[in-house]
């Protein structure tokens, strides 16, 4: 059985989602003109999502578990706003990197703030 705690910012205490698969930060539904506003060092070689240092992407700032952000928040990809605090993404990458699973939040709690 894995604890679980509930706190009010948990993407920015975190960063596991964003540290997870190198095959994980890929581009999917984004339109040409949102991909072009994300700096081209962020992309890797394919061009089909972030590029990634071992599972890390390149765009996460911090460690993790303590303190992390997004270099590229406001452009993020959509993969990456979709991922909520306490999903199955979210459990998933947290109990790789050893941290307690989330309690799940409600969909109309708000956007993450990684």
Known sequence: MNPTIAIESPCQACGACCSYSSNWPRF?????????????KFVNER???MRCEGDRCS?????????????????RPEVCRTCMPGDVECAMARKRHGLPVLAVVPANA???TA
């Open 59 to 75: 765009a996460l700032s911090g460690k993790v578990g303590e303190t992390t952000s997004c270099l590229i928040y406001a452009m």
């Open 47 to 49: 061009l089909s999502g």
């Open 28 to 40: 999917t539904t984004e339109e040409d003109a949102a991909l072009d506003l994300i700096p081209e």
């Open 110 to 112: 708000g956007n993450h």
